[in-house]
């Protein structure tokens, strides 16, 4: 997770505009495991302060559909 790093985040918001992280974490309530984070730096770069914008939803779904299309390694 040092992409949640705050030097990570940094980093990341310094080299591109818009930032995707997907991950998987520990089951919620509803069982959700998968998620994603979109990171949007909304100050111009170099700009003091740095500010990002940080979005987050649950894609269990999509990554149930690529499990399903991805080739089997036996």
Not at 31 to 41: A, D, L, P, Q, S
Not at 61 to 71: D, F, G, L, N
């Amino acid at each position: 997770m040092e992409h949640f790093s705050l030097e990570g985040l940094k980093a990341a918001a310094q080299a591109k505009e818009r930032t995707l992280f997907r991950y998987e974490s520990l089951p919620s309530r509803t069982g959700k495991r998968f998620y994603e984070t979109r990171v949007i730096r909304t100050s111009n770069p170099g700009e003091r302060p740095l500010t990002l914008l940080f979005g987050f939803r649950d894609i269990d779904q999509i990554v149930e559909q690529e499990q399903a299309r991805a080739p089997r390694v036996l």
